[in-house]
């Protein structure tokens, strides 16, 4: 497809299970950004991939969660031993490396995650 | 250092009555501005942008958003509200990148509202 891709769109867990979220970025796009989206609240950054560059990790809020990206593309986010708190939609952008358009960022429809 | 205030958790326009969606931001460099609009259950997806280029800027359907320096602003408009506006709107300010601040700061949101 044309746009950003996450899956899964909706997940449920038990708390203190592992959980893996996945986003593909549109093809051709340099940076990959992850955020947090809790219930009446903004955009949390959590992570952020440029290229080649070591990833600036500086939102993630705990050691528990955890990024990469594979190939320059596909990147997963990995929650361990979820807590409740941890439930909230997770967003995916990705930006192009034109120097006019790279500020822009083309977001997925996010996953659901819910700890029970 | 970036901040953005929406001053508006919530705003009720009828349809067909203009809109304003309101904006602070402070940054320490020359700012990119943003407004980004988020439909139930889907993505962010861009309504304009502001990159030091003309400080009135138009965007999709219908919105506009001028930057005041002065008054640290960039509101967002539309002269007649239709029911497919409503929405939640996100203000977003970015930094200049040669200040280090490549990671966009989001305001907590502003719900529109559109009655019949």
């Known amino acids: 497809g044309a746009g950003v891709s996450q899956s899964p769109s909706n997940k449920v867990t038990e708390k203190g299970k592992d959980v893996e979220l996945r986003c593909d970025p549109i093809?051709?796009?340099?940076?990959l950004y992850w955020y947090r989206q809790s219930l009446g609240q903004g955009l949390e950054f959590l992570i952020y991939?440029?290229?080649?560059?070591?990833?600036?990790k500086s939102g993630l809020p705990s050691d528990r969660f955890s990024a990469e990206r594979t190939g320059g593309s596909v990147s997963t986010l990995t929650i361990q031993r979820t807590q409740q708190e941890d439930s909230a939609v997770y967003l995916c952008?990705?930006?192009?490396?034109?120097?006019?358009?790279?500020?822009?960022?083309?977001f997925g429809a996010g996953t659901r995650l819910s700890v029970l | 250092a970036q901040s953005v205030t929406q001053l508006d958790s919530h705003v009720s326009v009828s349809e067909g009555t203009p809109v304003l969606l309101r904006c602070n931001y402070s940054s320490s460099y020359s700012p990119s501005l943003f407004w980004y609009v988020q439909h139930p259950n889907k993505g962010l997806q861009l309504l304009l942008k502001y990159t030091s280029a003309a400080t009135l800027v138009k965007g999709i359907n219908g919105f506009e958003a001028e930057f005041k320096k002065s008054e640290t602003s960039f509101h967002l408009t539309k002269p007649s509200a239709h029911m497919s506006d409503a929405a939640e709107y996100f203000c977003v300010v970015r930094g200049d990148p040669w200040g280090g601040s490549y990671i966009p700061t989001f305001g907590r949101g502003t719900s529109l509202i559109v009655h019949p």
């Open positions: 093809s051709g796009h340099t940076a």
């Open positions: 991939f440029q290229g080649n560059s070591a990833p600036d």
């Open positions: 952008a990705s930006s192009p490396p034109s120097a006019l358009a790279k500020n822009i960022q083309y």
